[in-house]
């Protein structure tokens, strides 16, 4: 029994062997198993037969994961920056005389939001013993309120709020609003801005500074005059009086004058017996015809009424004056023009002229020179060839040699003629003929 015990053992022991061998190989270090075709695929690449690689295989990665399908949702609106640098800006004002009233310009400068400008509120403070408001105006777009003007002029504060009726607002340098001031006493008064706020149409803030205003308050304001000689539209020689700059006395600025001109008094002082005013013409924007008058004292008075539709600029033509030298040849004439005031405005503010103005003539002296000779002549007729401009001549000079008639004189070949015969003695030095 212990034989056939032996023997089966030994039996199984061999079947046990067969059977696990195969597995053995599958799983032995380095060497890896085959199947039953000639070329084997594992996971370790393609072998041939005996083994050898043919192909590795790549090295896995990581499983993908699979992205979720997208969802559309709405770009959210970005909102503009406000642009920096904007500034909330008070004009100033120069005004003379007490009741004189004039305009602060209100700005908003350099509005660069993309939205523009929507709303504005300042606040300004003032003293009401020297300044007076007279009136707040917002300028389209813009629906403007403000304080009421009685407690405004009381306390010395003026509030100005304002909103936009269109879409999108104003950019750049805009133009708020104006507010009418009087200046109560003279000097320079501070509008100081205590609140500056700007927003664009969305309501974001737009960052800025301010920028303060003033009043200046003046007694009375000089004229500069422009006084010339030169030819009318019909040739006729005539003095042209007008306004060269308004100026304020105290710094010597020009000022822009805010009110019309209804009236202003000139003076001509002409020497007696050497020269004559024949009269008066219109002047520039609406002047009347100046009235003459002549006193026995020599002086010539040029009260004139005038009806103006704006403020006098300068260059403005305020009288032209008929002028006739009657003297001797190469006679000094001096003629003065004095503007004593000018009444401007509905209160009839008085202005002063700076100096007067004091124009030298010579009858015959053509050229300018103090004494005259043939080639005076010569350039009056080089002028009716159109040689010479009459900016090259003394107009007046060579027009009263010759005298044209009560309407003026005229350059003209016949000032040539009686200037040769009284050269050659056939006239005297007043140029009348000789017997």
Known sequence: MFRLGLKSLVF??????????????????????????????????????DGRVLEPSPTPGPTPTPSPTPILTPTPTVAPTPAAGARLELGTVTLAGRSSRGNVEVWARNIRSPAGLGTFELSVLFDPARIRINAVVGTPPFAVTSTALEPANANGRLTIAAFITVWPGPTGDVLLGTINVTALTPGIHSLALTTALLSDTQGLPIPG????????GLEKLKIRKSVRVGLDEDGVVVIFIGISDI??????????????????????????GSAAMLG??????????PV??????GASS??????????????????????????????????TVKLPSLIAGDDEFEMEEDAP????????????????DASDALFIAQHRVGMLDVSQLDPLNAASIHHDGSGGDRISMNDALFLIQQIVGLRDTSFVLLP
């Open 12 to 49: 199984v022991a061999s079947l046990a062997v067969l059977l696990v061998f195969p597995l053995l190989l599958l799983e032995a270090p380095g060497l890896p198993a085959r199947s039953a075709s000639t070329q084997g695929d594992t996971a370790a690449g393609r072998y041939d037969p």
């Open 209 to 216: 500074s301010a920028v303060h205003g003033s009043v200046t």
């Open 247 to 272: 100026i304020n006395p105290a710094t010597g600025e020009q000022v822009l004058l805010q009110k019309n001109i209804k009236q202003f008094r000139g003076e001509l002082l002409v020497p007696s």
């Open 280 to 289: 008066g013409r219109e002047g520039g924007d609406g002047f009347n015809v």
């Open 292 to 297: 003459l008058s002549r006193p026995a004292s």
């Open 302 to 335: 040029l009260p004139a009424a005038a009806v103006k539709a704006k403020p006098p600029l300068p260059g403005t033509t305020l009288a032209r004056l008929v002028p006739r030298l009657t003297g001797a040849r190469d006679a000094q004439v001096d003629i």
């Open 357 to 372: 103005t004091t124009i030298t003539f010579r009858r015959g002296a053509v050229r300018g020179r103090p004494h005259s």
